[in-house]
């Protein structure tokens, strides 16, 4: 932008002047509107080097507001057909203004629950899957960080359990039937699920199609921004007490009834409480990795400053019940839950906070001293593995 002291600031440039300035720039944008015949709302800039910014359309700001509009805009349907509009409506490499964040509060109103208790409904969770697939390889702009970490946080449990790209997950979400536990009450989609809430399922892939939705890979981008930084961490830790509180006394899913093995053997309660956390530590451990790797790159300039911004931004501890819930709310209540007090310790201490949790919960519900150990030392390998080869 001018800083008021150029040759420019003191003799204003002519209409025509600055068209044959920037003219390169002006007939590269008017070829781009006759080969697409759309209107490109670029706003030229000022002073040579500087890149142009989009103008966000009024019909966009208006969707922040209106929720069951900016779920229909950002539907990309079953079989991805409208995926186009969806990456054309919010991929803007320069926003002017508040474009990025009002571009994120988009985001938010198309796919969050309309209420607290509210699950999550199919359109709403094909939304979410078509932005984290938007910006698959793409800059997230300036100020939308904060409204993509949202989403994130209120897709928690789907995200977390994204492994790769899978040709047999067949739709980019699925609907409460197809989610709902089976006869011994297992399901792919998680533990402790609410009736009638569909999910996202960021596995999916389509045949022959690039279109690919990795929430690790936008992690990554979002991480570079303190407020996300924060909304990413809360929502991992507030999850760790969720679902540590709904865990039998044992440390086992009460929902989970296993047939047993051909000899008899029982079947395993714990396996996928195991996996589940270990696919949690990951993601705190990953945060931590993206953190120390930006300070060493320069991406994080002051480690410091980022740190303070990360903990004013961040709500506060959270801690599981001292005993056995057995509600199944929707997804999107739990980055929501109320903080348990203020974060005693170092916040970016992953490990610490994660420990923290589980030896309150471990004690308070008086936990086998045996499978608590195993808990603990299953964080901690995980953690420690996440947070050097991540990434």
Known sequence: MDDGTSVDAEQPVRPLARLRRHWPLTLAV??????????VPVVLADSEGDPPCQEIPASTRAL????AAATRALD???ELTLFGAVRDLLVHENPCGDGGKVLGQVVEAATRAPADG???????ARSAYA???AFDDKDVPVGMAPGLARLLAEYVVDANRYLSPDDEAYTPAVDATSAAPDDTGWTTYGRFLAPGEA?????????YSPVRADPEALTAELAKDPEAFAIL????RAYLAYYLERLTRAGTDPDHHPEPDKDGTPGSTETWVDIDLEHLTDRVGALMNLRARYAREGTVPDLAAFDKAVRQHTRGAYRAAARQVGSRPPVGDIAERQVSGPIAGDLMDGRHQLFTVLDAWAEARNVPRERASDLRQLIDD??????WMRF
Do not use: C, I, N, S
């Open 76 to 78: 990309p349907g079953d």
């Open 233 to 236: 961490y809360d929502a991992q």
């Open 199 to 207: 999910h996202a399922d960021f596995e999916h892939v389509q045949p």
């Open 64 to 67: 922040a507001k209106d929720p």
């Open 118 to 124: 509210k699950p999550h409904t199919l359109a709403q």
């Open 30 to 39: 008017a070829l781009a509107v006759l080969a697409t015949a759309t209107v």
């Open 131 to 133: 932005v984290v697939a």
């Open 382 to 387: 995980r953690y420690v593995r996440a947070l």
